[in-house]
């Protein structure tokens, strides 16, 4: 039966994401992205050189955003934190993906690289003290956390973003 009109690369990128996010990196093999797709391994290869180049394609998007982010922050602490939400939502099945393989973070070789950016959105967050960098990080872990234990349920998506940005402020002695 011929493949419908679709674009390979993207549907791959889709679900490789949620194998990902489910089974974990390790776990997922491009013979199963290649056979939920209803195309042969070597058909996958036509767009991906490798499981790691997969996986790049999903997390580039994620690094380039929370990157750019980082570095054209909005002036306001609360709007600040909904973009960062925003993006961790946007995201959620490639951040679920590493955080069920954290190991892939060196593969990659992109843990300076994500060190580096939470450290310009703490230091945008709150004062230098270390009192003041262990609240960003609560602040920014929690809003990571929310989106990944919640992601299941899109009926929450404006409740959770009030919340978790909310317990960030309050988690950065800032009002809500």
Same mark, same amino acid.
Request: net charge negative.
């Given at each position: 039966?011929?493949?419908?009109?679709?674009?390979?690369?993207?549907?791959?990128?889709?679900?490789?994401?949620?194998?990902?996010?489910?089974?974990?990196?390790?776990?997922?093999?491009?013979?199963?992205?290649?056979?939920? *797709?209803?195309?042969?391994?070597?058909?996958?290869?036509?767009?991906?050189?490798?499981? +790691?180049? $997969?996986?790049?394609? @999903?997390?580039?998007?994620? *690094?380039?955003?929370?990157?750019?982010?980082?570095?054209?922050?909005?002036?306001?602490?609360?709007?600040? @934190?909904?973009?960062?939400?925003?993006?961790?939502?946007?995201?959620?099945?490639?951040?679920?993906?590493?955080?069920? /393989?954290?190991?892939? *973070?060196?593969? *990659?070789?992109?843990?300076?690289?994500?060190?580096?950016?939470?450290?310009?959105?703490?230091?945008? @967050? +709150?004062?230098?003290?270390?009192?003041?960098?262990?609240?960003?990080?609560?602040?920014?872990?929690?809003?990571?956390?929310?989106?990944? @234990?919640?992601? /299941?349920?899109?009926?929450?998506? +404006?409740? $959770?973003?009030?919340?978790?940005?909310?317990?960030?402020?309050?988690?950065?002695?800032?009002?809500?």
């Amino acid at each position: 039966m011929p493949r419908p009109n679709t674009d390979t690369r993207a549907e791959a990128m889709r679900i490789a994401a949620e194998l990902f996010a489910t089974r974990g990196y390790e776990q997922t093999s491009l013979a199963e992205i290649a056979a939920h *797709l209803g195309i042969t391994k070597a058909a996958l290869y036509y767009h991906f050189r490798s499981k +790691t180049d $997969l996986l790049r394609s @999903l997390v580039d998007p994620l *690094l380039d955003d929370i990157e750019a982010l980082s570095t054209d922050l909005p002036a306001d602490p609360r709007a600040t @934190l909904e973009a960062f939400f925003d993006t961790c939502y946007r995201h959620r099945a490639v951040l679920l993906g590493l955080l069920r /393989d954290v190991a892939v *973070l060196n593969e *990659l070789q992109i843990v300076d690289r994500i060190i580096a950016f939470r450290t310009r959105l703490d230091a945008a @967050l +709150t004062d230098p003290t270390p009192a003041g960098r262990i609240r960003a990080v609560v602040a920014l872990g929690g809003i990571q956390d929310s989106v990944i @234990l919640f992601n /299941d349920d899109p009926t929450l998506t +404006t409740t $959770l973003r009030t919340e978790a940005v909310n317990a960030a402020l309050r988690a950065l002695n800032l009002p809500t």
